[in-house]
């Protein structure tokens, strides 16, 4: 009874401490998993449907969701169907509505938190060192853009859910060898792939980890440990990623473009590892400057680059100083940025150019790897894997013998360090962890002016809100949006019946082949005004004090230019002496159009080309005259009413 007390008493305190130790860690981990959500919930809340979510729309109001083509169609070279489906519900379901897409981007952006805290514990443990990774992967401002950007959300989040799910059932199945979490792994890659084919470099992350800390050895001895022992993992990861290339490389048009000169390459790698990834990963880049309407890319100044490149050399450093092992941790991490930079640089680089490396959004996966790597590098992996041959981190007792009688002695006895090893890694872990983080929210909150302003938001709720006052008996002109609002690039639907098609009534719009004296197109701020056509126009009529005389009998008016519009509306100013009905042709299609008396106008959508108008007589004694008759693009004209 004694020795059992006396066992009891002696191991309490460290079962104490560790118990202690272990439930702060998961409390500051629920801390910092409710302020990211907080955080970036408000920025994104904050944003609006931006360039691509315009495209996204448009599509949803096209197609069935059911529809083959509808899911199995590239969108810049992504295959992407289950964004497809998220984007034709939301669409369907709450029409020009954003709030929807920011609630599930932050659904799925919180359940990507909590499942790489719970991939930081299953490897770990509740270690104080788990914490400061956990920062990179929550507040990296790296992957900051891609998570308020529902173009580029619907791809990358569903990408590292995907990652880190594989992964995580990787590590349970080294250390539980169950089958469910052999057979789950491919089917949550399965899972990502629906989302973005990008989470095929899932696949090099899983073999690099399994080679780093899975296996011992030399490197050979590694790979044949890695293929032999694991065979039928990879062999189920295989048959997805075969399949998948298959149909890719059949069905999606390349990415893949001509290799860019050698100084453009270096120009982007400089560009994607020294201002961008780099200065991202410690919290930066501090500044930003604006691309586009909305948003930013990093701009840190050269000293910051600079302090930024060595603050992480630091640590590369002295992780590998205090930890045999940890190289090969930032092996992996390097190998991941190399991949990712190699196809950045022979597809979206080649015409867009280096700068595309300060472009958050192309990188935004190197803060989840990053941040596993940081926590490999760092801290032992904790418990057994009897399904492999973990190799954890073995501490280099000379360097830290060095250190500590050199630098922590003196620190201690000047009462500036913790007296116990536990108290060191508290404070270690808590700094790292609150310079990153403070370092994180500031360029966040810089971020945030960037993304609230854009010019989509006003523009589509002014143009909404005229369309639910429009008078009875106008239509909507279909037209150009503005440039700020939807770039030609997204044509057709940079056009106001593709953009507000979830409200937009048939009855509101000008149908081809039918015509309307009453049309309003919006103007640069979404207002409705009275509609002009840009075109070309008819020379004047030869009648005197008429111009064209329309009625007694067949008349061809032909156009100064042809209108090569794909759809042209036509728009022609009367004079009528009394009420009739004028029948026009334009390519042989004929439309009757009531004309009253006095003066008005018409207008007449029609399919391009148009080279001229033909009217047919009326056979009764009703004259028209007019000398206004244009082709082309309706317009706004300014400071007009509907």
Known sequence: MRERVAKMRSGLPGVSSASRSAVIVGRVAVALIVLQTLVRGWICLRGFFYLDDIAFIGRSMDFPVWSPTYLGLPYNNHVMPGGYVWAWLTTHLFPLDFWPVALVMIA???????????????????????????????????????????????????????????????????????????????????????????????????????????????????????????????????????????????????????????????????????????????????????????????DPNAFLVVTSFLVFSAVVAGSIVLWRGATRSWLVLLAYAGLNLALLARSRATFIGPVIGTEYRYQTDIALVAAIALAFATVRTTGDFPRADADPLVPRRSARAWLTENVLEPMRAAGAAPATSAGLVWVAAG?????????????????????????????????????????????????????????????????????????????????????????????????????????????????????????????????????????????????????????????????????????????????????GIVVEPTGDNARVCTDEIAAGVPVAAPASAP
């Open 108 to 298: 799925l952006q919180l359940a990507l938190s909590i499942l790489t805290y719970r991939l930081l514990v299953e490897l770990f443990g509740r270690h104080p060192g788990i914490l400061a990774p956990l920062v990179v992967a929550l507040f990296s401002p790296v992957n900051l853009p891609a998570f308020l950007w529902w173009a580029a959300a619907v791809n990358q989040l569903p990408q590292q859910l995907a990652m880190v799910g594989c992964l995580l059932l990787l590590v349970r199945y080294f250390r539980t060898g169950r089958t469910r979490y052999l057979v789950l792994g491919p089917v949550v890659l399965v899972g990502g792939l629906f989302f973005s084919e990008k989470t095929l470099l899932a696949l090099p992350l899983l073999v690099g980890v399994t080679l780093a800390f899975f296996t011992t050895g030399s490197l050979w001895r590694r790979v044949l440990q890695t293929l032999n022992r694991h065979r039928w993992v990879w062999v189920s990861y295989a048959v997805v990623a075969a399949g998948y290339l298959a149909y890719y490389l059949i069905k999606v048009p390349s990415p893949i473009q001509p290799a860019s000169a050698g100084h453009d390459v270096a120009d982007l790698t400089t560009q994607s590892v020294f201002r961008g990834a780099i200065p991202g990963l410690l919290g930066g880049p501090w500044q930003w400057v604006t691309i586009g309407a909305a948003g930013g890319r990093a």
């Open 431 to 611: 700094t790292g962890a609150g310079l990153l983080l403070a370092s994180s929210l500031f360029t966040t909150v810089q971020y945030d002016p960037l993304w609230e302003r854009n010019p989509v938001r006003p523009y589509l709720h002014t143009v909404r809100s005229q369309l639910e006052r429009m008078p009875a008996g106008t239509l909507l002109a279909d037209s150009q949006v503005p440039d700020q609002v939807a770039w030609s690039l997204l044509f057709p639907y940079n056009h106001t019946y593709r953009m507000f098609a979830p409200v937009l009534k048939a009855s509101q719009r000008l149908a081809v082949g039918h015509t309307t004296e009453q049309l309003v197109v919006p103007d640069q701020n979404g207002i409705l005004r009275r509609a002009l056509v840009a075109g070309p126009s008819a020379p004047p009529g030869p009648v005197d004090n008429c111009g064209w005389e329309l009625g007694s009998k067949r008349v061809l008016i032909p156009l100064r230019a042809t209108a090569t519009d794909k759809v042209a509306v036509i728009r022609i100013g009367y004079g009528a002496s009394e009420a009739t009905t004028l029948t026009l042709r334009v390519n042989g299609d004929p439309v009757d159009v009531d004309v009253h008396p006095g003066y008005g106008v018409i207008f007449l959508a029609t399919p391009g080309p148009v080279r």
